[in-house]
């Protein structure tokens, strides 16, 4: 398969370029940056020496559709809903990794997002790639809308407790933290080093874009109109996203209940491990893989649920996921390319 990335220059484009590096089924034809058109990859990005030597290219139709069979989408919010209908026209079938396909609702991109979708009419026909619980839908899918880092963490943790009924749907609440990458590679005071250094910040409180995601995807699973409390935060490491669910039981359960419910619901895929006997993982190990772990608590003297998932925010949460999501499109082994067991320490 022929591929191109658009938005190559940020850290999730040079992920998907390392990633795709080792895919066997994959060529890496093009990559695609307006700020960084006419400049070698590895110029921007001197570890990335044997990813293609000719520079860097503005968005061209015309070129993609001589070259290319899959495009993926690294670029920032409202810029691919205005160029992914052009794309589709030629055949092209695209991973967006953007936030601009992920919400049903047309309405929600404005009060959540700050912009209006253009391309409202491929809102019906897209598929939320959530790679282990739509996979079905991703087999035969053109446009592929990439989970967001926090929602994929937090989905895979909660959609099998949900489904079986176990717990409340009103009452859901969740703690997410990121490390500094999922900021992106833009200069921002807030990830500057003597801002981040030995500190923790919680930020977009009640208002984060990702609240709608969560709660559509919840939602749906459920048959339920979910709301649900999410509050960010971000803390001095470089790569990771942990979610800490507190939800309420609705009925006693074991913790080898809670275990067979993730067991069947996750049999056979090869990315998500279910730590048993209280063992909560942390970031460090997946870092650098695309594996989601998954740990949870039984507190009898609330009754509630507390579960814990961590993934890798630029392998999992973004570009680990695409690929996954590429390779069920193309009826590839989940893994071809995705093998990469965790970097510790």
Not at 142 to 151: D, Q, R, T, V
Request: net charge negative; aromatic share 8%.
């Amino acid at each position: 398969m022929k591929v191109a990335i658009i938005g190559g220059s940020g850290y999730g484009g040079v992920e998907l370029a390392r990633l795709l590096h080792n895919h066997p089924y994959v060529e890496l034809t093009q990559i695609i940056s307006h700020s960084q058109a006419g400049t070698v990859f590895s110029e921007v990005y001197p570890q990335m020496t044997q990813i293609l030597d000719e520079p860097m290219v503005d968005f061209n139709i015309d070129q993609l559709a001589a070259d290319v069979d899959v495009v993926f989408l690294a670029t920032p919010s409202d810029v691919s809903h205005r160029i992914v209908p052009e794309i589709l026209k030629e055949k092209i079938k695209c991973i967006d990794l953007s936030g601009d396909f992920r919400l049903k609702d047309p309405a929600l991109y404005q009060s959540w997002y700050g912009f209006e979708n253009t391309a409202k009419d491929y809102l019906n026909q897209v598929v939320y790639g959530l790679s282990e619980v739509y996979q079905a839908k991703i087999e035969g899918a053109e446009l592929i809308a990439n989970p967001g880092c926090f929602p994929t963490a937090g989905l895979l943790a909660l959609i099998p407790l949900v489904q079986a009924q176990v717990i409340s749907t009103q009452s859901i609440i969740i703690d997410g933290k990121t490390g500094v990458s999922g900021a992106g590679r833009g200069l921002s005071l807030n990830v500057h080093f003597a801002e981040m250094n030995e500190n923790a910040k919680a930020y977009q409180l009640g208002v984060h874009k990702h609240i709608p995601e969560l709660e559509q995807e919840l939602s749906e699973k459920s048959n339920d109109s979910i709301k649900l409390n999410f509050t960010p935060h971000i803390v001095p490491m470089t790569r990771g996203i942990m979610m800490t669910s507190y939800t309420d039981l609705v009925s006693e359960q074991s913790a080898d209940d809670i275990l067979d419910i993730y067991r069947s619901y996750y049999h056979n895929q090869p990315f998500i491990r279910i730590r048993t006997n209280d063992q909560i993982p942390s970031t460090k190990e997946v870092y650098g893989s695309n594996y989601c772990d998954i740990g949870f608590h039984i507190d009898r003297r609330t009754n509630k649920l507390i579960v814990v998932s961590v993934i890798d925010n630029l392998v999992k949460g973004a570009s680990g996921q695409a690929i996954q999501n590429l390779n069920i499109m193309a009826g590839l082994d989940q893994k071809t390319g995705l093998n990469q067991l965790p970097i510790y320490p």
